[in-house]
């Protein structure tokens, strides 16, 4: 169990109190500086909350040790990057560092490849990738080491509408498999098809969670992202179409 | 093969600098008083180039690597002034022999009260920028300081020979020196070894390492601490040698092996290559005063990064 109690940050995030139990897909909805990311970086135990606490099985995330939390969560920040031409299959490898594997290191590098479909990209550097094959390279870093939490910070961003639909549905299989998996992002229609709950975020605060159709309110998306939103459901899925309220966010760029 | 090819390339060097003399190539020492030359001032001399070499570039690459900054070197971080301030002040004290086993306590000692004076600049979740940063304003204020005691040197002959040993040199070196550098080459080496995984996890963001489970305060302490040794014994025995701790990293770079940690390794090597070719052209090259080190291996290794720098860059891995 995943459990927020009133975690407040200077400025970023105030008093968001939260449970959810493992085996869901989480969306963390809001508009740009809404405080997604700070809410999941509390969550990793990268940053500290000024008040209250993140609590995975009672423990406090913050207070674990660095090996117990590299057990227990996995993160994909929002911005990751490598430093250096290496090679995909390296970045994989050390990703998979301080971790109790079951299987050989090289056995787990191609089982991850596999599932990502980087098997061709293996010992491609990851200088010569595109944006979007940067991204499912880091995904898949992340998503590697199977821990109880996992953590993605806009995991679907700069992929091509065929890779955003499978992660998607990736992250979904791994929720179904026991995981918790929160993620923070902003496309609204994949969230309502995926996510099994969501929480909007508002100026730090929450505003509203839970079942996908009751977060997504007219009311709420308005006061989140000033829009109005138009949706198509069906059995195949959603559809949204957005359009700026009347008279609101004008002038804000 | 890469690994035969160099060791090759080291074994050829070194018989080339122990057989030559200013004479031309001289073989192999037959009288006692040529074999005393080879051993007695020769070895010593090239083994404590290669040495030095090694200590530069395992500290050069090693911080590149964790800093992320590919201009990172041992005197950027500050480390290698402020031992070398310790030192010169140590001589114009007179507190110190110019041998003497406390001479490399005291360069690490500057040395370590430059990594203390750096992590407090840096802060307590230290940033790449902040660190080199901090390191340059230490690096300069030592420099003055060391400035400042040359302009207050007691006589000229003080002064020329604390601006030599400034400028780096191995010559007049014997086997104490070697002794001297060896225990810290290998415990800094050792400490290195010891946190190859932390070191090698610094390809990914600090927000990535972090989720990695690593203790990143103490593995920091220990990798600046392994480099504060390594840069303190190469001042304490050489003087101040600059450029090889960032051209080692980057010829390394350019042959194509771009992992961390056989960055490090092969650095090592091509540092020890490279202060060995640059000790030889100094040996053999007839001049009216014996060039130093420092300013041979500026002449030398700035063309050759730019050379270097001219091919394709970035695109090769390992």
Known sequence: ?253 | MKFLLLSLLLLVIAVVYLGMGHSGWQGWPGSALQQDIVLQIRLPRLLLAMANGVALGLAGATLQIILRNPLAEPGITGVAGGAALATVLAMYTGWLLPVSWWLPLVGMFGGAVSLLLLWLIAGTNPSGTRIILGGVAIASFSGALIALVLNLAPNPFAFQEWSLWLMGSVANRGWPHLILMIPCLVIGALLLFSQRQFIGAHIFDPATLRSLGFNSGRGSLFVLFAVTLLVSASVITAGVVSFIGLLAPHAVRLLGIQRPYPLMVWSAVAGALLMAIIDMTIRLVPTAVELQLGVVAAFLGAPLLVFLLRRPYGDTHA
């Open chain 1, 1 to 253: 169990m995943l459990e927020l109690s009133a975690v407040s940050v200077r400025k970023r995030l105030e008093g968001v109190s939260w449970t959810a139990a493992p085996g869901q897909l989480i969306g963390v909805l809001g508009a740009n500086g809404a405080g997604k990311s700070t809410l999941l970086a509390c969550m990793a135990g990268q940053l500290s909350p000024d008040s209250g606490g993140c609590y995975w099985q009672q423990q406090q995330v913050s207070r674990m040790t660095t090996q117990v939390r590299r057990q227990v969560i996995s993160y994909l920040p929002q911005h990751p990057s490598v430093s250096a031409p290496v090679s995909v299959g390296h970045v994989l490898a050390t990703g998979l560092v301080n971790l109790r594997l079951p299987v050989a290191l090289a056995e787990r590098v191609s089982q991850v490849a596999r599932e990502f479909n980087l098997t061709n990209l293996l010992n491609r550097p990851m200088t010569q990738l595109s944006g979007g094959e940067q991204r499912r390279v880091h995904l898949a870093r992340s998503l590697s080491s199977d821990s109880a939490l996992a953590l993605c910070d806009e995991p679907v961003a700069g992929l091509d509408l065929y890779y955003q639909l499978r992660v998607m549905e990736l992250l979904q299989q791994r929720a179904r498999s026991g995981q918790l998996v929160c993620i923070a992002l902003h496309d609204l229609a994949l969230a309502a098809r995926y996510c099994d709950k969501l929480i909007l975020l508002h100026q730090g605060q929450l505003l509203a969670s839970g079942q996908p159709m009751q977060v997504l309110t007219t009311d709420n998306l308005r006061r989140a992202y000033g829009i109005e939103a138009r949706w198509w459901c069906d059995d195949d899925g959603v559809a949204m179409l957005p359009t700026l309220c009347k008279g609101e966010h004008s002038g804000d760029l």
